[in-house]
């Protein structure tokens, strides 16, 4: 079971990765720019949660790896005409 500090850092994990999901611009020169604070952000809070809570960490890649594998077969649907 988690401890209350793990369960604080998987709180703000899930806080800085909605603020990241959410920072983005309409013009694609800022775009650039959001998206390289957005990987700097998922890293760091990426690596905070892997060292205070390695089966949260555990849980997100999985979560990850699967919305990566849903992205590709939609596009491939998409490709064959479905």
């Known amino acids: 079971m988690p401890t209350e500090f793990q ?5 703000m994990f899930d ?4 603020r990241a999901a959410n920072n983005f611009h309409g013009n ?3 775009q650039v720019e959001c998206a390289k604070e957005n990987d ?3 890293k ?7 060292e ?3 089966a ?3 849980e997100w890649k999985s979560v990850e790896a699967a919305y990566a594998l849903g992205l590709k077969h939609g596009r491939n649907e998409k490709k064959a005409g479905r």
């Open 7 to 11: 369960r604080g850092t998987r709180a």
């Open 15 to 18: 806080y800085l990765l909605t």
């Open 28 to 30: 694609p020169a800022v």
């Open 40 to 42: 700097v952000v998922t």
């Open 44 to 50: 760091w809070a990426s690596d905070a949660l892997a």
């Open 52 to 54: 205070v809570d390695p």
């Open 56 to 58: 949260s960490t555990q």
